[in-house]
């Protein structure tokens, strides 16, 4: 993969101002040092119990080890044991005990143990922060959490849900950043007014992974030193610098320069530029970000089938995939992501004015309507409301689009405040069950409801049936059956529902040739930084 950087002089004055670097000139970085531009202004807190944003998941899979895991040099092979070394599970499949891996050590030096588990998963849960609800949903609660959370003893955690799920569905969630394992010692040392140590752990970390935190600056910057005991084996990469570098333009510059190791928002039109040069080579990982727009089911008129379907034909997939998104999204028109079980490849749906313009008129809409869609102030995104808004035109809708912050457009599509919403969804941890449950999941459709985080109910879009359907694929337990019961789940949600998927995100990065080893995470985790070599 590839990274670049946009502002030569405002990233070459940061970059010089870091301490591992002093005032000397940039020829290439030191040998033991990986220096990487990307975007990481949407950092809000490195506590990993409370953690939620994109660029936060990279630093703390890092800083952090957890129960369960992956394998960096093999993502395919799913989850594996981590800060445990085995587990087993109950014959009623409720109760899981993990025995924990010997002599791994904190960073502080102190011992990881099953109280540090139970403490850790106890704190997530009690803190009620905005990504508890992956643990919460098996039943866990502030009353009952130390029955259903415990250490045994140093080296034994057991773990009780409320109900039989799936297995796979329950490890593949404690390897989220959530279940994430802090230093119990450390972090009671810094608590304030039983604070759980949030305050001081939005700042500072305290992990056993591959690296510790030097310093983070809102919006510009993270430094992490390795930790020399880590389990795995200490990394080659002493120092790792993280730089924000919000323009394509300038990341690219740096990397060139040989300033930076690896860039990682260059534009398609950048990653052309660098292709070509020697020195650079360009990796291309699918992720599972969905692009998709949604319809407003409180709209009379949108919530028409024959409107939604006609809608599902007015999108230039294929026009946009070859040309300003060329390279960095895939088409695809289901709500799993490629590389998920029960992925669907089908792709039913292909830009066609006339049978738009005829579905159109069956529901009686023949002379047209407007529209407003509200998007996200981001290059692509504004770009592919633009085409849409060409190719309804071409069907008689008229569509305005309003722009705004991350916050505002939110804020609107979450108070269900709105026409058509287009924007992004990533999974929250690597089971079906997390997209299913926003896109395909709305047990209570009332205003009252206030499900901010089902997009189905974001969207008013009211589906008994198909919530049942949701919630008997989440505790079936044969894998198989359990994948094609997300197949079905898809195909018939590809045909009703009035989400319009468009594309898979494909992440390009861009990197110096002496650098390997940088694995993003796939579509199933966050990035490492511990496997690189130069």
């Known amino acids: 993969m590839k990274l670049t950087r946009r502002s030569a002089v405002k990233g070459i004055g940061a970059l010089a101002a870091a301490p591992a670097f002093g005032r000397m000139a940039f020829a290439e970085t030191p040998p033991n040092m990986l220096v990487i531009a990307g975007t990481i202004d949407d950092i809000v807190s490195l506590d990993p119990q409370e953690s939620f944003e ?5 630093i703390l899979n890092n800083m952090y080890g ?37 002599g791994v050590k904190f960073t502080s030096g102190n011992p990881v143990t099953a109280k540090d588990v139970e403490y850790s998963l106890r704190r997530a849960v009690a803190m009620e922060k905005t990504p508890s609800f992956i643990l919460t949903q098996f039943g866990f609660n502030a009353d009952n959490m130390e029955e259903t959370l415990v250490a045994t003893d140093d080296m034994t955690f057991q ?26 010692e450390t972090v009671k040392a810094n608590e304030v007014d ?44 002493q120092r790792v610098i993280i730089q924000h570098i919000g323009e394509s333009a300038t990341q690219r510059l740096l990397l060139e320069k040989g300033d930076v190791d ?15 040069q020697e020195g650079i080579e360009v990796d291309s990982d699918l992720r599972g970000r969905i692009m998709y727009f949604s319809l407003n089911q409180a709209k009379p008129i949108l919530s028409d089938p024959k409107v939604i379907e006609a809608m599902k034909y007015l999108v230039d997939y294929e026009g946009m995939a070859n040309s300003f998104l060329k390279g960095q999204y895939t088409v695809h028109q289901a709500f799993l992501p490629l590389t998920y079980m029960g992925e669907l490849k089908e792709k039913p749906y292909s830009l066609d004015i006339e049978k738009a313009k005829a579905l159109l008129a069956e529901a009686g809409h023949g002379d047209g309507f407007e529209l407003e869609i509200i998007v996200r102030t981001a290059q692509e995104r ?6 849409l808004q060409n190719t309804f035109a071409q069907a008689g809708i008229t569509v305005s689009i309003t722009q705004g912050t991350a916050k505002q457009i939110l804020a609107r599509y979450r108070a269900r405040d709105f026409d058509i919403y287009l924007g992004a969804w990533g999974p929250d941890y690597p089971d079906p069950h997390t997209n299913a449950d926003t896109f395909a999941h709305n047990p209570d459709n009332s205003l009252e409801a206030g499900l901010t985080g089902k997009l189905a109910w974001r969207n008013s879009w009211d589906i008994p049936e198909m919530t049942k359907a949701t919630e008997a694929a989440l505790v ?17 949600w590809q045909k009703t529902s009035p989400f319009v998927p468009m594309f898979q995100k494909i992440e ?27």
């Open 194 to 237: 039983g604070d759980w140590g949030n305050g001081w752990l939005k700042t500072n970390s305290a992990g056993s992974g591959a690296y510790s935190l030097v310093n983070w600056k809102a919006n510009e910057s993270y430094t992490l030193q390795v930790n020399p005991e880590f389990w795995r084996g200490a990394p080659a990469m």
């Open 382 to 387: 504004v770009q592919i409301a633009q085409s």
């Open 508 to 534: 390009q990065v861009a990197r110096r040739s002496n650098v390997q080893g940088f694995v993003t995470g796939s579509a199933i985790t966050a990035a490492f930084y511990w496997p690189v070599t130069k």
């Open 54 to 58: 994109f660029s936060g998941s990279d």
């Open 262 to 276: 690896i860039a990682r928002n260059l534009t398609p039109e950048d990653i052309a530029a660098v292709e070509a």
């Open 66 to 102: 957890s129960l369960v895991s992956f394998d960096p040099k093999d993502l395919s092979a799913g989850y594996i044991p981590d800060l445990a070394e085995s587990w087993e599970i109950s014959n009623e499949g409720k109760t899981f005990t993990f025995k924990m891996r010997p």
């Open 159 to 184: 773990l009780t849900t409320d109900k039989t799920y799936a297995t796979s569905f329950v490890l593949n969630c404690l390897t989220a950043t959530i279940a994430y394992v802090v230093d119990s």
């Open 476 to 492: 079936e337990q044969d894998r198989d059956t359990r994948a094609q019961m997300y197949v079905d789940i898809q195909r018939e």
